[in-house]
C-alpha cells in the first residue's frame, strides 16, 4: 500500500441545513466549523531520516464553488504530542481545502492564484521542505460526531540520493591511486515551480552550467570521504520534465588532482527518491568550468527511483 503523508481535517458544520447546495444559492447560509490536526509521527524511524518529513507550519486555505478563498490560517507545529490543530468556519456547500507545508507566507484571493504562486527551491531546507495538498470537501450538517477528510501532502522536491561508488583502476595505469570523494552537487537544477503545477518549470536554474559561487546547501555537498563506498549524501532539486538537462557531478581527488564526474539524471519528478550507484573505471575531467560530460567507460551510474512518501499514524494523541 503507497504510504502517504496525511493531513486529517475533521470538520462539524452547526447548521440545520441537510442538503448540500452552492453557498452562493443562499448567501445567509450557515456555517460551519472546520477543524485540522497534524499529528507527530508515530514511528521508529531515525531521526535524521525524520527530518524531511518535519511539519513545521501550515496554511489552510478555503474555497468556495467559484474558487473564491473564504478563510484561510496559518499554524505552527510547537513539537507537542498532541499534535497541530487549526479551526476555520466556513459556509455549508462544497469547498477545495488546500494545504501549504513549510513554505513562506502567501496571502491568495483566488484558488488560481495560490495555484500560480511561485516556490523557490531556497524556500526548502533538510528540516523543512514545502508540501502541497489539496482534497474538495462537502461541508454538511453536524450530527454530533465530526466527519474525517484526508488531504494527502507531497514534497514539491526530488531527493537525489549518492548511495554507492565503486572505484575499479584495476589493469589502468591509476590501478593503487588512492581516491577521495571531495564533493557531489547537482548542476542546471530549476530554481521556481508554481505550486499547482510543480512539474512546470520556470525559466530559472541554480547551478546553470557550472556550480554557483555560493551555491543552495541542498545542491551541493563537500564531503570529503575517503571511506566512499557507501556516502548515502542527499541533494535536494526541483522537477525537471527534460531528460538529462540536470546532471549529478561527483568531484574527487584522484592521486592529489581534482576529477570531476558530471552525467545525466533522467527526468525528475516532484516527490520522488533517485538513488544513485556509480562505478568509476577511469580519471575523469580536469574541470568542470562548462556543461559537457564525461564519456562513456568513465562512470556508469545505475538510478532507481522510488517515491518519496511516510505515513502519519493515526489517531492523534490526544
Known amino acids: 500500500m503507497k504510504k502517504i503523508f496525511l493531513l486529517a481535517v475533521l470538520f ?37 531520516a525524520m527530518s524531511e518529513h518535519r511539519i513545521n507550519q501550515v496554511q489552510v486555505f478555503v474555497f468556495n464553488t467559484n474558487g473564491v478563498l473564504e478563510t ?33 507566507r502567501i496571502t491568495p484571493a483566488t484558488l488560481e492564484e495560490l495555484e500560480n504562486s511561485v516556490s523557490d527551491l531556497r524556500d526548502n531546507s533538510v528540516n523543512n521542505l514545502v508540501m502541497t495538498g489539496r482534497t474538495d470537501i462537502a461541508v454538511t450538517e453536524y450530527s454530533g460526531t465530526p466527519l474525517t477528510f484526508d488531504i494527502p501532502v507531497r514534497k514539491l522536491a526530488a531527493a537525489v540520493v549518492v548511495s554507492s561508488v565503486n572505484v575499479d583502476f584495476s589493469n589502468t595505469s591509476l590501478e593503487g591511486t588512492p581516491f ?4 557531489v552537487y547537482v548542476k542546471n537544477v530549476v530554481g521556481r515551480v508554481p505550486y499547482g503545477d510543480p512539474g512546470h518549470a520556470l525559466n530559472f536554474m541554480y547551478n546553470k552550467t557550472k556550480l554557483d559561487a555560493s551555491p543552495l546547501p541542498l545542491t551541493y555537498d563537500g ?44 527526468v525528475l519528478e516532484a516527490n520522488k527518491k533517485y538513488s544513485v550507484s556509480v562505478n568509476i573505471t ?37
Open 12 to 48: 462539524a458544520a452547526i447548521s440545520c441545513q441537510k442538503s448540500i447546495v452552492p453557498e452562493d444559492t443562499f448567501p445567509d447560509a450557515p456555517t460551519g466549523e472546520i477543524v485540522l490536526r497534524i499529528g507527530q509521527p508515530q514511528t521508529k524511524v531515525a531521526v535524521s
Open 72 to 104: 484561510d490560517r496559518t499554524a505552527t507545529n510547537t513539537g507537542s504530542a498532541a499534535g497541530l490543530s487549526v479551526t476555520l468556519t466556513s459556509k455549508v456547500g462544497l469547498k477545495t481545502i488546500c494545504a501549504l507545508v513549510n513554505a513562506p
Open 180 to 183: 577521495v570523494l571531495k564533493a
Open 223 to 266: 564531503c570529503n570521504l575517503t571511506s566512499y563506498a557507501s556516502p548515502d549524501r542527499v541533494l535536494y532539486v526541483y522537477p525537471n520534465a527534460k531528460k538529462g538537462e540536470t546532471c549529478l557531478v561527483l568531484h574527487a581527488l584522484v592521486g592529489g588532482k581534482d576529477s570531476y564526474y558530471p552525467f545525466d539524471l533522467p
Open 282 to 318: 577511469m580519471q575523469g575531467k580536469a574541470d568542470d568550468n562548462d556543461d559537457t560530460r564525461v564519456g562513456v567507460g568513465i562512470i556508469t551510474p545505475t538510478i532507481t527511483v522510488k517515491d518519496w512518501d511516510h505515513t502519519y499514524s493515526l489517531p492523534y494523541n490526544m
